[in-house]
């Protein structure tokens, strides 16, 4: 049995390994962190340090500047955010919501990292670099959209404009729903995401029914 003192001693080194062997994932880390906690105003290279028990020499040894660093933060927050969504190749209706719920604030680890999320927005607009991600995140997110409305029988450019509306009207649902959180319940967020969905499969039937009319 390991001593209480060894134990310390030993978690204490694999502690200090970590930060050795992982300072950018530390860093990009203490980004998300400030932007959740604190919000964009308090996002300076001294905070980040702070929050990540780090110096400021670190930091700029890895990034020139807090633009390249929060660029990091945002390709590393997406990187995490994406891998564990499973976005469906056909026209299944729960499945599209199963993966658009991964992005819902739907409980505290959501819309913490959604909070985030809304920090590198606004930052966004004054970053070229920064707009660049997401416009590489909106162009993932549509295509993953377009590419299960495109097997309901849509024209590619159709399906692209079906998708983009649908992107634009579930950040809005994001942002009311972290802005007024008791009155966009879970229940309510998922309704209306479900929504959502629904209408593009009810233009689908319309669609179909126009043309079996011209039979």
């Not at 976005?87 to 299944?92: F, N, Q, R, V």
């Not at 909106?138 to 404009?161: K, N, P």
């Amino acid at each position: 049995m390991v001593a209480p003192a060894e134990a310390s001693e030993k978690q204490s080194e694999e502690t200090m390994h970590d930060a050795i062997k992982n300072p950018i994932e530390r860093i990009t880390d203490a980004v998300c962190d400030v932007l959740a906690e604190q919000g964009v105003t308090a996002l300076s290279m001294r905070n980040v340090a702070a929050r990540a028990d780090a110096t400021i020499g670190l930091i700029t040894h890895h990034f020139p500047n807090r633009a390249a660093m929060v660029k990091a933060a945002a390709r590393a927050s997406w990187r995490r955010d994406a891998a564990g969504v499973v976005w469906p190749e056909t026209a299944d209706r729960d499945a599209v919501l199963s993966a658009v719920k991964s992005f819902l604030p739907l409980d505290a680890v959501r819309r913490r990292r959604l909070s985030v999320w809304i920090g590198y927005w606004a930052l966004a607009q004054h970053d070229p670099d920064l707009h660049e991600i997401h416009d590489e995140v909106h162009t993932a997110l549509r295509g993953h959209h377009q590419r299960w409305i495109l097997t309901l029988g849509f024209a590619s450019e159709e399906a692209q404009r079906m998708a983009d509306r649908l992107c634009v009207s579930l950040d809005g649902l994001m942002l009311y729903a972290l802005l007024y959180p008791d009155h966009w319940t879970p229940e309510r967020q998922l309704e209306a995401a479900g929504g959502m969905i629904d209408d593009i499969f009810a233009a689908c039937a319309r669609r179909q029914a126009e043309m079996d009319s011209l039979k």
